[in-house]
């Protein structure tokens, strides 16, 4: 067996608190937070914008070939990683429910995956990342020394969701927040290639009833040997 990389992964369905306590962790232990949804969010967003058809190949392969994606770490560990796509910041763009749906739709796609899972690879070849997303551990890090996979109920993760939204001023309603949680939870679970499952080497954490604090400690723990 390879070598195990200075890496920590943290994978798990959406709302589950996977970027908080990433960027917790990552400031914990001094490595640097590689937020893999906002790559995909941002290639949605690009090929919504194109209305590129996932199903013409050839324009697909073209315009992943020519696109550029620099994600830039927040100075303050609440923010969110700043995304510059082909030189413009979109950060904000990236963010909505909306587009979480559309990157969901974009990311089973195998062409998607391949440059993706790629661009992430590069992001880690020096180590000293915590990696977070649905595949970090079973696909792109399957090396990394520590993998942690987060599950909650769906309505918990639905109502962290709106909760999360609300605090950015978006006007949200819990029913269309948890239909649209369980139909990216059912996308990403049964799509063909990479899909949403625990490494078989993953720590199991069900968040369900422990705080975000917890959360991190549990992993700290088991990152520092405890
Ligand atoms: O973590 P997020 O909500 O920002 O991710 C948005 C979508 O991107 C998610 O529904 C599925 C996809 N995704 C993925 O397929 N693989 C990853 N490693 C990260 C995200």
């Given at each position: 067996m390879s070598e195990k990389k200075n890496i920590i992964t943290i994978d798990g369905p959406s709302g589950v608190g996977k970027s908080t306590v990433s960027r917790k962790v990552a400031a914990a232990v001094g490595f640097t937070y590689l937020d893999t949804g906002a790559m995909y969010r941002a290639v949605g967003l690009h090929l919504s914008r194109l209305q590129i058809d996932l199903e013409d190949k050839g324009n697909l392969g073209r315009v992943l070939e020519a696109l550029t994606l620099d994600l830039i770490p927040a100075a303050e560990e609440e923010s969110d990683v700043q995304v510059i796509m082909n030189g413009e910041d979109v950060s904000e763009a990236i963010r909505t429910p909306?587009?979480?749906?559309?990157?969901?739709?974009?990311?089973?796609?195998?062409?998607?995956?391949?440059?993706?899972?790629?661009?992430?690879?590069?992001?880690?070849?020096?180590?000293?990342?915590?990696?977070?997303?649905?595949?970090?551990?079973?696909?792109?890090?399957?090396?990394?020394?520590y993998k942690f996979f987060l599950d909650a109920q769906p309505e918990e993760r639905a109502r962290r969701r709106v909760l999360q939204l609300q605090r950015k001023g978006c006007r949200v309603d819990f029913v269309e927040i948890l239909a649209m949680t369980l139909e990216r939870d059912h996308q990403d679970r049964n799509r063909a290639v990479a899909p949403l499952r625990p490494a078989e080497d993953a720590v199991l954490i069900d968040t369900t009833e422990i705080d975000i604090e917890e959360v991190v400690n549990r992993i700290l723990a088991v990152v520092r040997g405890k």
């Open positions: 909306e587009m979480a749906m559309v990157a969901s739709r974009v990311s089973a796609d195998a062409a998607v995956r391949q440059f993706l899972t790629q661009v992430q690879k590069n992001y880690g070849a020096a180590g000293r990342i915590v990696a977070e997303g649905r595949d970090t551990g079973t696909v792109v890090f399957p090396d990394a020394a």
